[in-house]
């Protein structure tokens, strides 16, 4: 009992970010993150708690540690120079009658 | 006659006797998958990560829903009114069919490991045979759970070999859980005539049959998680007779007790 103060995660699990593919043809999606003790584990458990309900036919698992993210410090120089050029944007086109993804 | 066959007549529960064979079969099941259930589900809010017990909870919940459809199955059999309820929240322990090994405490979590791993490997055999049962539920339920206990074989095996072959302190409680279980695991291959005689009908398995392929499966993880296959000398049984240690009261009080006290609760 003399951990008792100890948070949950503390056991030193690393953490993990979760891919979920839903469907084929489409690209594996973020669906959270998780602790395990190694990518195997992590894989299972991204089963049973990202896909219970039939969510996905593919699962990645990713060492959290391995993500390297944008700081928001950077945010002015990283995203602002695309809000005003919208001919980027694919939204001069048709899309095709029947195709739902694209 | 063999000693136990005796014992079997002169000790019977209350009630036994009074289902055909093949509910009294399909009860043996559902007992072992319910009660094995209702110790996982004990490790709610108490196992090492939220990981593992969502895993642990989900594999409770698999054995609930075969123990469900297998309860329903024997109620029918039996052909005097009791549905899954009934069976599971209205019988005493002389009534209860599990084997000893479902029942015990669930210890430390190498415990439940290793009980997980000698179980989930039984009832993979198990089920896998059942799909050819001339017996359209138990064949049915068997297709559905085989799957699932794959599921929770892969989860005791991964974790035997972690704590197997991990620090000091994880192989010897992995160890330890396998030296305490192991002894129980006995009762699970155990014939007896009333399993002996729905095989000739291809109802049910004859479970003798199903130690060779169980002792190879767990002979080649236990060596793996560099732990060792304990020797036992005794193998205590008696739980297809109701006959339990004394753990399983203890369970069902707690199992029963809201049924019991409000009779037709619901959600």
Partial sequence: ?102 | MSPSASVETGQAAPGAGALPAGAEYALRLGDDALILSQRLGEWITRAPEIEEEMALANIALDLLGQARALLTHAGEGEGCGRDEDALAFRRDEREFRNCLLVELPNGDFGQTVARLLLFSSYQLELYAALRSSTDPTLAAVAARAVKEVAYHRDHAVLWTLRLGDGTEESHRRMQRGLDELWPYAAELFESDPLARDLVPTRVAVDPATLRAPWDAALGAVVSEATLVIPDTGWSPSGGRRGLHTEHLGHLLAEMQHLHRSHPGARW
Avoid: C, Q
Avoid at chain 1, 72 to 83: G, N, Q, T
């Fill in chain 1, 1 to 102: 009992m003399t951990d008792s103060a100890t948070p949950l995660a503390a056991t030193g699990w690393p953490l993990w970010e979760v891919f979920v593919r839903s469907r084929r043809g489409l690209s594996h999606s973020h669906a959270g993150s998780l602790h395990a003790p190694d990518a195997e584990m992590a894989l299972r458990h991204a089963r049973d708690l990202f896909t219970r309900r039939m969510e996905g036919v593919s699962i990645w698992v990713v060492p959290s540690a391995a993500v390297t993210a944008s700081s928001p410090d950077e945010k002015d120089p990283f995203f602002d120079p695309a809000a005003d050029k919208v001919y980027r944007h694919p939204s001069f086109y048709e899309i095709p009658e029947g195709v739902t993804n694209l």
